[in-house]
């Protein structure tokens, strides 16, 4: 008995003007899409199905933002969602006012919504026109902290592939930076002694086995992660099953560069031996350690060899 075709996936590619749109259709291309942007909603069922596309089981990405003709975020899920013979999703573009606005002034372009005001008015319109859509997103990318690489990266990890499983991350950041804008759980590591304070660790991160050994010395650490691992190996596999493609686990210190970093890498270590493959990235590991940002030494738990 043969098994049924699986139907080609449409991704609707959207959300913060400057956020990556077009990179992001770029990349797709350049995994075998059929892609198209600022299509005219009028004209999606017609891209989908029609007869001058040659390969019909070709995954489909259109982009559409505040550009496009016919843009309506309340009805966009909808309309998507009416096309058969397809799964469709919307993938969520976004990235942090100040990032924006630093890529329209690098760029000097003007924003579509406030072409005769300061981009920071266009973004703060754009950002109140789609958050219906945002909250109706299959997954939401923030791009503030990627380089074109990790852009790349992270969508060959959802888009590249075929799996049932749900694409996996595991993310460390520091809270004094701003917390993860994305992550489906956050695990605070804020109860533990912090590395920046110990002679000889400060300027490692929790890539290196003496942080790692420091951390994992901690009281509380291990039955934390036994906790935290026994959680998500019972979670993760009913995601898939529920149609949710991509979950995110987040684990944050005070700077993103000791204490998150081990438990991320930790973890990894236990859910790849589970069976599970886990992406890790570090949102904050390239930054250089500073004081100002770890704050004092005795507003978290002493820290001792």
Request: charged share 30%; aromatic share 6%.
């Amino acid at each position: 008995m043969s098994r049924p075709r699986k139907l080609p996936r449409l991704l609707l590619v959207t959300g913060m003007s400057g956020a990556g749109k077009s990179s992001v259709l770029d990349a797709l291309e350049d995994m075998g899409w059929d892609t198209v942007d600022n299509l005219p909603t009028a004209l999606l069922h017609e891209f989908v199905h029609g007869a001058d596309r040659a390969r019909r089981d070709a995954h489909v990405a259109i982009g559409m933002d505040s550009r496009s003709r016919g843009f309506d975020p309340q009805r966009l899920p909808e309309l998507l969602h009416s096309i058969a013979g397809v799964v469709p999703e919307i993938l969520y573009l976004d990235a942090s006012g100040a990032e924006l606005n630093r890529r329209y002034d690098e760029t000097r372009r003007r924003h579509p919504l406030a072409p005769d005001r300061p981009a920071e008015d266009g973004i703060a319109r754009e950002r109140s026109l789609t958050a219906s859509l945002r909250i109706a997103a299959d997954s939401v990318i923030d791009t503030t902290d990627f380089t074109p690489a990790d852009l790349r990266d992270e969508l060959r990890r959802r888009y590249g592939g075929e799996s049932d499983e749900p694409v996996l991350t595991i993310m460390s950041f520091g809270f004094a930076r701003g917390i993860s804008r994305t992550a489906d759980y956050v695990f605070d590591l804020r109860f533990l002694p912090n590395p920046h304070w110990v002679d000889g660790l400060r300027s490692l991160t929790g890539r290196d086995e003496p942080v790692q050994e420091f951390v994992a010395r901690q009281e509380g650490f291990d039955t934390f992660m036994d906790r935290v691992e026994e959680l998500l190996a019972d979670l993760i596999p009913r995601f898939g099953p529920a149609g949710k493609s991509y979950v995110e686990v987040a684990f944050g210190c005070t700077g993103g560069r000791h204490r998150s970093v081990a438990a991320a890498v930790g973890m990894g270590e236990r859910l790849r031996a589970r069976g599970f493959s886990p992406n890790i990235r570090h949102r904050d590991l390239s930054l250089n350690p500073s004081d100002s940002i770890e704050g004092e030494s005795g507003q978290e738990p002493a820290a001792s060899i």
